[in-house]
């Protein structure tokens, strides 16, 4: 029976947003008084058949996740980005060198990520000050009895997938799922990814560090569809996917590891409540068109680390509920600038690239092409994507 838990932050949350907040708190301040709750395995084994989907990285993400050693060791950059739309005119391609970058992004696996930074907050661990740390990493079971812990400060990082989160806040339902898997093509271009718009949602074909013809595919279609292409036979997939894609990368010769998630937006208006935040996934949860939910939650992170970090490691001054209030809201609203661009840009490129009115079919082609010939736009937008709004 364990006794009443004091400390100062409490994380609840042990998914790659609360791992990267909880690193960050003690990198910036060692001494931070800190628990942190998960409900994954202690044994990094007990993962390895976990979420294996591709995640698109932007460089941001990289340069952040570098600061504390948590960037995984298997990545494919992404030189090149197609977007097109089925049948339709406008295409736009952006590549490294016109935006002066050495990657336009990186794909890695969710369980990567996820191991990668329980590795990097385990090496962090070791090097605290045994004597004065005060920090606690507490695995666990979603079927005990709740805890008699007390915070100064709790933050939320309970992240989760649309429709299977227990609150609903402000958004949409896109009613469409996403399937996702590993495809082997006969003849891709190595880093190139490419993004299709189809009647159904968006169809993207990502690079993979297992080589280049084996590429991510994230497919999304109404739920129906998309369940029905997930009880497919490999073959009669492959063919549903090359009529859908069409023939640039040669034939569609494999499919494995088929996942299906739903997709929408939820997300909260208000990110802090007193003494409680909400970051990651547990504050907005979104489509992954544009390739942004975990970016944006790296950002919501590591701002509000420093945040933290910076309001306990100040001695001088005790941290009353008011005060605590007051610089919570602070945070709030130095994210609320990142979050609005982040979260109305994924919104309206989810609705947009799904519609099939005449007009918006029109006017997304011109946009495309406008993309295309307006290199400045294309640079702002890019640069949007790849270090958020700051
Ligand atoms: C198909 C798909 C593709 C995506 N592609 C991209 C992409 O290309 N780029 C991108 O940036 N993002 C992408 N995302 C979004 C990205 O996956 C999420 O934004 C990211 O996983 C959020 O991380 P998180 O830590 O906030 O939440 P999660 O990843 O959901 O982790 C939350 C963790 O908290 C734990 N937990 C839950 N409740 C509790 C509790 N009460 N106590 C303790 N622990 C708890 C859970 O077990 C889990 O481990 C995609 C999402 C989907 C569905």
Redesign the pocket.
Known sequence: MMGALNYDILI?????????CAAWCLQKYPEAQLLL????PVDDADLASA?T??????HG?KLLLDTIDAWPSECADIHRVHVSQAGRFGRAFMTREELKQDAL?H?VR?RD??LALRQALRAIQVELNQSRSRFLWLH?D?NVEPLDITAKCIVH??????KKQDWVESGRDYDQS?L?GLIEVENAAPHQAWERFTAEGPL?V?PSHYGANILNL?W?GSPESSQQRLNLGDADFLAALQQKFGSRLGRFLKIQDR?L???GLNYRKEITHGNEVW??????????V?????????R??YLLSEILAETFSNAAVEQTPSRLETTLAKYAKSRKADRTTTIGLTDFMARVFTSNLLPIVIGRGLALSALQWLPPVKTALARQMMFGRR
Do not use: K
């Open positions: 609840q949350g042990g998914g790659p947003v609360g791992l990267a709750l998960d409900r994954n979420d989907r591709g995640i698109a990285l932007s993400s992004g794909i969710y990520i996820h666990i979603s990082a309970e992240g989760g997938l649309f996403a996702v993207a990502l994230v999304c996942r998630y739903p997709l970051i990651g996934n547990a504050a907005q949860t979104l489509h992954p544009a390739g942004q939910g975990l970016n944006l939650g790296l919501d992170a």
